[in-house]
T-cell receptor, first 111, second 114 residues
Framework: DQQVKQNSPSLSVQEGRISILNCDYT??????FLWYKKYPAEGPTFLIS?????DKNEDGRFTVFLNKSAKHLSLHIVPSQPGDSAVYFC??????????FGAGTILRVKS | DSGVTQTPKHLITATGQRVTLRCSPR?????VYWYQQSLDQGLQFLIQ???????AKGNILERFSAQQFPDLHSELNLSSLELGDSALYFC?????????????FGEGSRLTVL
């Protein structure tokens, strides 16, 4: 039973355009949602998070939107850069700081 | 550099064998988490320790065990290995101030079972 789903295995975007990565969840008890970025041969690194009581959080080129009624969140990257090419994992926090991860979306930004 | 150190980085072994993966958390972090990433899968939570005590358990097989030592480093023991245990094993740590759920991950240990 996948509580966090990323339905798009990959996404290709032109440099300078917007990248939108999507994530759906089923557990309404999650209290924080996070995005992690992962380069090959490296561990995941934290990108941005949002509390379940908010609907938007912005950090530079990265914005995360949360729609609780739809149990959906998205990560917007504007403008996309070639260095953003990586695997992006959506994660949701359960009790005790345990994170439940989605399967990841491979983002390719073409120059 | 996340500050989390995992050894070994790569490990190749045979079915039926036993291996130990080691993790040193960031300085001062009391919580250690273990995750497994199989091919094309997301990160699956295995187990969490907090200051030496088991805090949460995920889908960890009975053949797997873990512990956190007084110096806060942790070890994940995998025994009676099967082909399907081949995966990347990540360790992560967090501090008591990690209220937003942010975890700091090591680079992972890639286990190949032949």
């Amino acid at each position: 039973d996948q509580q966090v789903k990323q339905n798009s295995p990959s996404l290709s975007v032109q440099e300078g355009r917007i990248s939108i990565l999507n994530c759906d969840y089923t557990n309404s008890m999650f209290d924080y949602f996070l995005w992690y970025k992962k380069y090959p041969a490296e561990g995941p690194t934290f990108l941005i998070s949002i509390s379940s009581i908010k609907d938007k959080n912005e950090d530079g080129r990265f914005t995360v939107f949360l729609n609780k009624s739809a149990k959906h969140l998205s990560l917007h990257i504007v403008p996309s850069q070639p260095g953003d090419s990586a695997v992006y994992f959506c994660a949701a926090r359960e009790y005790g700081n345990k994170l439940v991860f989605g399967a990841g979306t491979i983002l390719r930004v073409k120059s | 550099d996340s500050g989390v150190t995992q050894t070994p980085k790569h490990l190749i072994t045979a079915t039926g064998q036993r291996v130990t993966l080691r993790c040193s958390p960031r300085s001062g972090d009391l919580s250690v988490y273990w995750y497994q990433q199989s091919l094309d899968q997301g990160l699956q939570f295995l187990i969490q320790y907090y200051n030496g005590e088991e805090r949460a358990k995920g889908n960890i097989l009975e053949r797997f065990s873990a512990q956190q030592f007084p110096d806060l480093h942790s070890e994940l023991n995998l025994s009676s290995l099967e082909l399907g245990d081949s995966a990347l094993y990540f360790c992560a740590s967090s501090g008591t101030s990690g209220y937003t759920g942010e975890l700091f991950f090591g680079e992972g240990s890639r286990l190949t079972v032949l």
